[in-house]
Each structure stands twice: as C-alpha cells, then as structure tokens.
C-alpha cells in the first residue's frame, strides 16, 4: 500500500483531476495497477460538501474519456456533520452570498459553517487519528510474514531439485580444482617472492601462471561446465508458491460516494442517496 496527499485549492481543476489520473497511470506502470482510494478532507460547509461529488464526476467523467481502467472509489472523511456533533464544534456564520448556505442548513440541520482548523485547535490529534484509522484496513499485518514463507518453500523447492542434479557438475569442478591446486602450488613459492618484486615480474608470472591453466586445458573445462550448467538450467521447470497478496476486508466500502465500478445509473442514485444534487 502507498499512501499521499494530494492539496487542493478549492474545487479540484480538470487539469488537477487529470493530472492525479496520469501519477495513477504512471504508478501503475512502476507497481503494477493497484486499487486506489481516496479519502477527501475539507471544511464543513456549502462548499466543503460540494466537494467530494465535484471531483468524483470528473473523475467519472476522464475516466471514460482517457479509457483509464482505474478501481477508484471516493469518500468524504473529513470535516462531517456527525464529527462536527461529535466533537461538540462551534459554527461560524456562511457567507451570505453563498447562495448554497439554505439548503446545506436544512439538509444537515445546522446553524452554520465549521471550520476544519477549529478540530485541530479544541481537540489535537483528533484529525491525524481520523486519518489513520480510516487508512488501517488498507495495511496487511500478515503480509510479511506470509510472504517470508513463500519465499522460504520457493527456496527450498529449488534446493531440493537442484540438489538432485548438482552431483555430477560438483564433482567435476572438484577434478577441476585438484589440477588447478597443483598449477598453483607449483607457482605459489615464486609467486611469494615476487611480491617483493616490481609490478612488471608480477605480471610476467600471473601471464605464465595463466598459460600454464590455458596449456593444460583447465580453462576450456570451466567453459565447458559453465556451458552445461546453463544447459542444465534450462530444463528446470518449477511450480513455485504463488506470491501472496495482500488480504483486506472492504465491506465498509459498499457505501462510499463514488466507485468507478458502478454503472452510471448505479453511481447516480448513490449520489441522490448522499443527498447530493448532480445534473443527469
């Protein structure tokens, strides 16, 4: 899960809508397409509850425009009227020529506006734990672990067939190896010398030590190893654990404001039902 804020001035612009559809793209390319939630923040008022439908049909709308097949779901989370209520907030009066203030009064029943500054000033903290425990059910706890102990079968699987296979390829780069020991053996006490010596001796022996592994054939059988294994590689076939995926129970989302999985009669009637006015 990736988390980020996106901030905004006002109502959310057809470029601001378009340009957080292309960082999803981009993002899908980087991690594969993922499920995105949006969570909105805003001030309690006529405005403040505009909002989250605003942004939402635009992104209903360049969803379908751009041919993105993005799972996007949207939900008002701050500033609400039940948390206005909870948090016992004082109302500020509406501009009066806001000409949306008479139906937001009627429709939540309140005096005026709240400010969204008027949480974290009476009750600090209170928005950051809003925030996080609307972002909890998104985090896999056992994710890490059950991916350590896919990680640990795969690994064992591949040991256990390679295992079966590896014996003959060992035992002919340990034949290898006693020739090279000897080469090098034979060497070793001149070579011990010469690091006493200047840089152009050293590199007459490592050019004869190096002949020496060429003339007995010792680097034509490496290559020829080298080859096989890869050879060998080739015609494993493993049916390795599935990677886990994260686990995550959504039901809580069946009534979010918007879900680029509805259908546009669907979406239309859960805006009607949030009390939000939309042209059809």
């Known amino acids: 899960m990736s988390c980020t804020k996106v901030p905004a001035i006002g109502f959310q612009s057809i470029t601001g809508t378009i340009r957080l559809l292309q960082r999803l793209e981009n993002f899908a390319r980087l991690a594969g397409r993922k499920p995105t939630r949006i969570f909105y923040v805003s001030d309690f008022d006529p405005a403040g509850d505009a909002m989250p439908p605003a942004i939402a ?24 009227a039940e948390q206005v209520r909870h948090y ?18 009627a429709k939540y029943g309140v005096a005026g506006a709240t400010e969204l500054d008027a949480l974290e000033a009476l009750h600090p903290g209170e928005l950051k734990k809003i925030v996080k425990a609307a972002i909890r059910p998104y985090f896999d706890r056992t994710l890490s672990d059950r991916l350590w102990d896919a990680a640990q079968a795969a690994n064992a699987l591949v040991d256990k067939v390679w295992g079966s ?7 002919r780069l340990n034949q290898i190896k006693k020739k090279a020991e000897i080469i090098v053996e034979f060497h070793q006490a ?3 010398e010469l ?12 050019e004869s030590l190096q002949n020496q592994l060429e003339l007995s054939g010792i680097s034509k059988e490496l290559d020829e190893l080298d080859r096989d ?9 493993l049916k390795l654990p599935d990677r886990p995926e994260p686990q995550f129970d959504l039901k809580h989302e069946a009534d979010w404001l918007f879900d680029s999985r509805r259908d546009y ?13 939309v042209a059809p």
């Open 190 to 192: 001149a070579l011990d």
């Open 265 to 277: 009669l669907t979406q239309l009637a859960a805006y009607k039902a949030r009390g939000t006015e």
């Open 57 to 80: 049909r635009q992104i209903e709308f360049w969803l379908l425009e751009l041919e993105a097949k993005f799972d996007i779901k949207l939900t008002p989370l701050a500033l609400t």
């Open 195 to 206: 690091k006493r010596q200047v840089e152009e001796e050293t590199a007459a022996l490592a």
């Open 88 to 105: 016992r907030l004082p109302p500020i009066p509406i501009k009066e020529t806001d000409n949306r203030q008479d139906n937001f009064m």
């Open 229 to 237: 294994l890869q050879n060998e590689n080739k015609t494993i076939s």
């Open 165 to 171: 296979r590896r014996g003959s390829y060992v035992e």
